[in-house]
């Protein structure tokens, strides 16, 4: 009776133990890790079913589980800097624990793994594009007049421009997208404000990261834009969109809100506009800026 007892209650201490996946998500990585005899999958679509199984499994158990994004080349380096075997299941799960806290990594609820892997890779996309736009505002060091940080400067500026386009657009829930070109690399973010009865909701993770790229554009004058979508039951959806300039946003008219949306970027070709779609003229928060300009 003892010996069941004990059986049953460590069976209750395992539904209270998380577990966390490092996933493969290409061919690539999948590739690079089948140089390590311990990797026993020699297919990347078996592998991914496997995975999808045990997920299923330990859902179905009760326990839950983080997916996160493993990758090869960070997990080699990672071997060398603490001397583990990297042909070792020990160290791959050692690294996916250390990882999972710092890197991409999602909660398995339940969608097909597919659909998880999408996400997973667009929470590393994100991620690394805060990273990288946060690391360009930090080497615009301070201003050589007036001794300013440059980059905390632009953060503030853009910080500022969000909290007065949220405030003054229309009632409805707002889709938002900057974007930053130039080499080497051009910068997205979107970020999402729906309205609720206590208030308009924001993920703060993504206003960071929308405000942090918004401060590279200005900092740096472009090229770049922010467009703005409202949505309300019942009514046409309103775009709004601005040019990022070193000043800040410069509105866009009706007419070339609509240019915008409807001309492919990489052909120049037109494209049908959308329909219950209203392109509207945007306003000019120029003047609604109440914050210093750094001007030096």
């Not at 999808?52 to 060398?80: I, K, M, N």
């Not at 200005?218 to 040019?243: C, N, Q, Y």
Request: charged content about 25%; hydrophobic content about 35%; overall charge negative.
């Amino acid at each position: 009776m003892a010996y069941t007892d004990h059986r049953t209650l460590r069976r209750v201490l395992r539904r209270e133990i998380v577990g966390t996946i490092g996933v493969l998500t290409d061919e690539h990585d999948f590739r690079a890790m089948r140089r390590y005899d311990s990797f026993v999958f020699d297919d990347h679509t078996t592998y991914l079913k496997h995975v999808e199984a045990v997920l299923r499994t330990r859902a179905l158990q009760g326990s839950h589980t983080t997916v996160a994004l493993f990758d090869p080349e960070e997990y080699a380096d990672w071997c060398a800097r603490h001397g583990h075997d990297p042909d070792s299941h020990l160290s791959r799960t050692r690294f996916t624990a250390e990882h999972a806290v710092t890197g991409p990594a999602v909660p398995y609820d339940g969608r097909p793994l597919s659909d998880l892997m999408t996400t997973l890779v667009d929470e590393a996309v994100r991620r690394a594009t805060w990273e990288y736009a946060t690391m360009l505002l930090a080497r615009l060091g301070p201003c050589a007049s007036c001794g300013e940080d440059l980059g905390h400067a632009a953060f503030s500026r853009a910080s500022r421009l969000v909290s007065r386009i949220l405030d003054s657009a229309p009632p409805g829930d707002r889709h938002l997208v900057c974007s930053v070109s130039g080499p080497p690399e051009s910068l997205v973010a979107v970020l999402h404000a729906d309205d609720t009865d206590d208030g308009v909701r924001i993920d703060d993770t993504e206003a960071l990261e929308f405000t942090t790229v918004l401060a590279v554009g200005l900092a740096t004058a472009g090229p770049g834009g922010l467009v703005m979508r409202t949505s309300t039951p019942g009514a046409p959806d309103r775009i709004h969109g601005w040019r990022i300039r070193s000043h800040g946003l410069v509105p866009l008219t009706a007419g070339e809100v609509f240019d915008a949306y409807c001309t492919d970027t990489e052909t120049g070709d037109i494209i049908p506009p959308e329909s219950n779609v209203d392109y509207c003229a945007s306003p000019d928060l120029t003047d609604a800026d109440p914050g210093p300009d750094h001007r030096h």
